[in-house]
């Protein structure tokens, strides 16, 4: 089995979207393996309120240190979005996907269309992306599609309902809540016709699933061919961050999740390289500047507008040559 997922040059079963869908997942650090060197995202964290809560989700404090979904160091409105997207693409020019991925879920936050569509007007070239817990995801498609987002994430931990009524407490949905086995049916029923509903819409889907010994560990490489019968086009297994009610239980090794990893990738194609982003995280993957000190991210926008002034010379001299 490859060790890193494939890149899309070496992919053929995207949705028929053309040319600008390929360069949009060239450019997604996510869903592209070589982009996650080249290009960066900024996370914009406008979505407080959840709707379901896991029960290894914690969202109430902030540490430097942390880097985990959920965390974020302030919720920002829509226009403080927008101007923190325009600060940070002037500055640092390889920023191509702008998403939205909590700190709660962004379905459930109308704060979420709102930014998109800010966004989407003023820099139309950039990628919009968004995460799920899936809940709403039927009803809200079209709202997403309005404001144009083109890549989707959605956590599905588990298609069986009742091993997912182990892992969500309860779910609140049009002003109801739902615990135990209601809850979960619910919750999986809407997650697989939302997945399907945007894939058909052509969206590019990525699957995020967490990996929990004892509880979902044997039912992933299902959750995975579920995955292939609905189109998605990658899927992330992630460890378990050990905290909240699944705090005792002890997250799997290395080696346990790549043997995960690997029976799934007959399936449906590993990410294997997600680092688990703060919820306000931007720059490329492996860097998040949100947590850097003000001189290293000064010398990285230095070297960035360098790069440019760069390309700029040698786009320059090549003219000249040919003409």
């Given at each position: 089995?490859?060790?890193?997922?494939?890149?899309?040059?070496?992919?053929?079963?995207?949705?028929?979207?053309?040319e600008?869908?390929?360069?949009?997942?060239?450019e997604?650090?996510c869903?592209?393996?070589?982009?996650?060197?080249?290009?960066?995202?900024?996370?914009?964290?406008?979505?407080?309120?959840?709707?379901?809560?896991?029960?290894?989700?914690?969202r109430?404090?902030?540490?430097?240190?942390?880097?985990?979904?959920?965390?974020?160091?302030?919720?920002l409105?829509?226009?403080?979005a927008?101007?923190?997207?325009?600060?940070?693409?002037?500055?640092?020019?390889?920023?191509?996907?702008?998403?939205?991925?909590?700190?709660?879920?962004?379905?459930?936050?109308?704060?979420?269309?709102?930014?998109?569509?800010?966004?989407?007007?003023?820099?139309?070239?950039?990628?919009?992306?968004?995460?799920?817990?899936?809940l709403l995801?039927?009803?809200?498609?079209q709202?997403?599609i309005?404001?144009?987002?083109?890549t989707?994430?959605v956590?599905v931990?588990?298609i069986?309902?009742?091993?997912?009524?182990?892992?969500?407490?309860?779910?609140?949905?049009?002003?109801?809540?739902?615990?135990?086995?209601?809850?979960?049916?619910?919750?999986?029923k809407?997650?697989?016709?939302?997945i399907k509903?945007?894939?058909?819409a052509?969206?590019?889907?990525?699957?995020?699933?967490?990996?929990?010994?004892?509880?979902?560990?044997?039912?992933?490489?299902?959750?995975?061919?579920k995955?292939?019968?609905?189109?998605v086009?990658?899927?992330?297994?992630?460890?378990?961050?050990n905290q909240?009610?699944?705090?005792?239980?002890?997250?799997?090794?290395?080696?346990?999740?790549?043997?995960?990893?690997?029976?799934?990738?007959?399936?449906v194609?590993?990410?294997?390289?997600?680092?688990?982003?703060?919820?306000?995280?931007?720059?490329?993957?492996?860097?998040?500047m949100?947590?850097?000190?003000?001189?290293?991210?000064?010398?990285?926008?230095?070297?960035?507008k360098?790069?440019?002034?760069?390309?700029?010379?040698?786009?320059?001299?090549?003219?000249?040559?040919e003409?």
């Amino acid at each position: 089995m490859p060790e890193e997922n494939q890149s899309v040059d070496t992919i053929n079963n995207i949705p028929e979207s053309g040319e600008e869908l390929l360069r949009k997942i060239a450019e997604h650090p996510c869903y592209d393996k070589k982009a996650q060197h080249k290009y960066g995202r900024i996370h914009l964290a406008v979505a407080p309120k959840c709707n379901i809560q896991c029960n290894f989700c914690v969202r109430e404090f902030d540490c430097v240190n942390e880097s985990r979904p959920g965390v974020t160091s302030k919720v920002l409105t829509p226009d403080e979005a927008l101007e923190k997207t325009r600060q940070i693409v002037a500055d640092y020019p390889f920023i191509k996907v702008v998403g939205i991925a909590g700190p709660g879920d962004p379905l459930a936050n109308d704060a979420t269309f709102e930014t998109f569509e800010l966004i989407k007007n003023e820099f139309p070239e950039l990628t919009l992306c968004m995460s799920t817990n899936g809940l709403l995801l039927p009803e809200k498609l079209q709202d997403l599609i309005r404001v144009g987002v083109s890549t989707l994430t959605v956590t599905v931990n588990a298609i069986d309902p009742e091993i997912q009524a182990k892992i969500v407490d309860h779910i609140a949905y049009h002003g109801k809540v739902y615990r135990g086995l209601e809850g979960a049916k619910i919750q999986v029923k809407n997650q697989l016709e939302g997945i399907k509903a945007a894939v058909d819409a052509g969206l590019v889907v990525k699957v995020n699933t967490v990996l929990i010994p004892g509880i979902n560990d044997k039912h992933v490489i299902e959750i995975a061919r579920k995955l292939n019968e609905l189109g998605v086009y990658i899927m992330n297994v992630m460890p378990l961050i050990n905290q909240g009610a699944f705090a005792d239980i002890e997250p799997p090794t290395a080696e346990e999740r790549k043997a995960v990893q690997e029976a799934c990738e007959p399936y449906v194609m590993q990410m294997r390289h997600c680092r688990q982003c703060r919820a306000d995280a931007y720059g490329l993957l492996a860097q998040d500047m949100s947590q850097m000190s003000e001189e290293r991210r000064k010398l990285i926008k230095i070297q960035s507008k360098g790069d440019i002034e760069k390309a700029k010379e040698v786009l320059k001299t090549n003219g000249k040559k040919e003409s």
